[in-house]
């Protein structure tokens, strides 16, 4: 009862402090900075946050919270705009809303999709800041129970899913899941810091490849090329008036499925390590698994929009749990948010509910009123960014492929990055061209670590507890939660590849001739047998056992598919190829390889003379040349471009990417 009544009182002062005029002003400022932040791909909450911690020194500290709070709440709903308009993750917490909210904006629906996202994010950052109120409070003994062989099977559960998202071939989507797993584990390993797959050779390797690169190549790349080999708008008419009413109807008439995807998200986030990254997928798979007529996903299912969006939403109410009670980041936004309660002078972890539960509350629902300013703000919005949708994509490639790029480069400050980003690129545009799921390999590369580290630590620890006694090994290793996760596991696999012949996880693809699809998988093969050797002849067990066990997995997948290509005849569904006669590629005015090189022409002016210069060449050349405009036309669209690009660079206090031209001359900023 004292509990109980300690809460209520908590949760008074925590809205007396919310409701103060300046509190507001302050949630309000984060809410635009989140806005302002997320509609740029690749950025994200970290950015965002790093932004705000120098003005955080001598902050009041309810007013620091207001803050953070806002600009973390709203990244997850602003970054939709990109996911839907432009096909390109704003986030890792929204890639799995490309999949059909692209589409819908293809199609004229553009505003119908962001409709359905941002009321669908509002419900589920309400829901999942209701659920924390009340779920704070025993939330401890919950999220301890979660020890390693917890977190090994909810990890399985993740990769699950690929039997849901790999389309119409479930090994495909087996072997591009290990796939993404095998370049995951790429660099230092974290147990014994063996080197892997060329990392010894190529010091850039070493820390890995980051996470944001992998996701703008095997996304924003591929669309990109393919936008501009059409030369044409996303959509030729943005239909805002209907199509903006009937999302909200879409959203209410599916309302049960934005709560259960809520839940999840609520839930995923509580759990650290896993986060954005994949609970969007997770939802995705539920959301599929759910539908009794599956064949619109992959080309414009509203519920493939409402879906993900309750959820990474809900997963910011969930993610403060581990970073309120513990002070265990749940994500990367949230460990510079911790970073920005030190600078506050509030330290996160079990004092902070024992003696400032009204501070914790504080938090909650300064996320839950910033979900609600932020969807209002997107809302309001919506309409004249949906027009954009109905812009000739040509003039707005450059402006993307610059940001994307300049995205990237911040992942490491090194031009490694511009490579890494289009040799990503390159993979993801031959995975979309013969459909192997790249959501599949994206979930492989994110769940990576998480798989390796707890996979070495279960193994470690159950060894030591059989030798004590079977009885308490096997109580170990088969907790009641662990036998409940893995039962989801197996019915989540059976379903799904029951399922799989009427998922089109990319889109419906007519298939072409045998050669180059025999080809693609022949390469494939080619680099997991590489990684599976490489792997071999490393010393340290712990380091080499994952990615032997993942490898071997995957050469048997790309095996029995290669037999399979092999007896199959012509016009089989294994032989997919968007550039075959009746797919859309197959008519494109512009050819792949020519497109393509445009990007190619920016990575290497990039290394000449450095990342501005090469940004001014290369959108002169592309608007003058590719789109046509005049001299005037293209100089101007240029200058503004570079402009922002100084700005963003500037607010964020981050550098461009320099060439061989810095090394022999001095240049100033922005040109170093």
């Known amino acids: 009862m004292d509990i109980l009544l300690n809460a209520v009182a908590a ?41 705000v911690l120098p003005f955080l020194y001598g902050m009041d500290p309810i007013a620091g919270l207001a803050l953070m709070v806002g600009l973390v709440a709203v990244v997850p709903t602003s970054d939709t705009f990109a996911s839907v308009l432009m096909g390109i993750p704003g986030s890792s917490a929204s890639q799995a809303t490309v999949l059909d909210g692209f589409p819908l904006a293809r199609k004229g629906e553009a505003a119908r999709a962001l409709a359905a996202a941002f009321v669908s994010s509002l419900f589920g950052g309400l829901l999942g800041a209701t659920v924390l109120t009340f779920f704070i409070l025993i939330a401890r003994p919950l999220v301890l129970a979660f020890g390693t062989p917890e977190m090994l099977s ?7 899913m690929v039997a849901v ?63 501009l080999r059409q030369d044409q708008s996303i959509a030729r008419e943005a239909r805002l008036g209907a199509g903006w009413l009937r999302g909200i109807k879409d959203w209410a008439a599916n309302i049960w499925l934005s709560i259960r995807c809520s839940v999840i998200g609520v ?31 992959g080309s414009g299912e509203i519920r493939g929009v409402i879906g993900p969006e309750s959820s990474n939403n809900a ?25 920005g309660l030190a600078l506050l002078g509030i330290d996160a972890g079990p004092q902070l509910i024992r003696n400032d539960l009204d501070i914790t509350y504080t938090v909650v629902w300064s996320l839950a009123l910033a979900n609600v300013v932020g969807a209002g703000l997107c809302i309001a919005l919506s309409g004249g960014i949906a027009r954009l949708t109905t812009i000739r994509f040509t003039l707005l490639a450059p402006f993307l492929l610059m940001m994307i790029a300049f995205a990237a480069f911040q992942s490491r400050q090194s031009l490694g990055d511009l490579v890494a980003l289009f040799s990503i690129g390159v993979l993801g545009i031959f995975m979309r061209r013969f459909d192997w799921s790249r959501p599949a390999f994206l979930i492989g590369f994110v769940l990576s670590d998480q798989a390796e580290n707890f996979s070495n630590h279960a193994v470690q620890i159950s060894g030591f507890k059989f030798r004590s006694g079977f009885a308490e090994g096997l109580a170990y290793v088969a907790s009641p939660i662990v036998l409940v996760i893995i039962a989801l596991t197996v019915a989540s696999v059976i379903i799904g590849i029951r399922q799989s012949r009427q998922i089109l996880s990319e889109g419906a693809v007519k298939p072409g001739q045998r050669r180059a699809p025999m080809a693609f998988l022949l ?19 712990s380091d080499k056992v994952f990615p032997l066990a993942v490898g071997t997995v995957a050469i048997a ?30 008519t494109a005015p512009n050819g792949l390889w020519g497109t393509l090189s445009w990007f190619a022409g920016l990575l290497i002016l990039s290394c000449l003379t450095g990342f501005v210069i090469a940004v001014i060449l290369f959108s002169l050349a592309f608007f003058r040349i590719l789109a046509g405009l005049g001299w005037l036309f293209s100089a101007v669209l240029t200058a503004s471009g570079v402009t922002l690009l100084c700005f963003i660079a500037y607010s964020l206090r981050r550098d461009f990417p320099p060439g061989l031209l810095q090394e022999l001359v001095k240049l100033p900023w922005p040109l170093t």
Request: proline share 4%; glycine share 16%.
């Open 11 to 51: 949760l008074g002062s925590a809205f007396s402090l919310i409701l103060m005029p300046e509190q507001l002003l302050y949630l309000v400022l984060g809410v635009l900075l989140g806005l302002s932040v997320g509609v740029f791909p690749g950025l994200g909450g970290i950015a965002g946050l790093s932004l």
């Open 557 to 586: 997948a790309l095996v029995i598919l290669l037999v399979k290509m092999l007896l199959a005849g012509e016009g089989e569904v294994i032989f997919a190829d968007r550039e075959a006669d009746g797919n859309e590629d197959a």
């Open 154 to 160: 909810i990890t399985l559960l993740g990769l699950s």
């Open 315 to 339: 997963k910011e109410g969930g993610g403060l749990v581990p970073t309120l009670i513990f002070g265990i980041p749940g994500s990367g936004s949230m460990a510079i948010f911790i970073g």
């Open 267 to 297: 839930i995923v986030g509580v759990i650290p390590g896993l986060g954005g990254s994949v609970v969007d997928w997770i939802a995705y798979g539920h959301t599929v698994q759910s539908t009794p007529d599956r064949s619109g996903f």
């Open 523 to 541: 390469c494939i093969l080619a680099y997991v047998t590489i990684a599976w050797i490489d792997a071999s002849r490393i010393n340290l067990i």
């Open 165 to 227: 998202l790999a389309g119409r071939l479930a090994l495909k989507g087996v072997a591009a899941a290990c796939l993404g797993l095998l370049v995951g584990t790429i660099g230092e390993a974290d147990a014994g810091g063996s080197l892997r797959m060329a990392s010894y050779d190529v010091p850039y390797l070493t820390d890995g490849i980051k996470l944001v690169i992998v996701g703008l190549g095997i996304f924003a790349i591929p669309e990109i090329v393919a936008l």
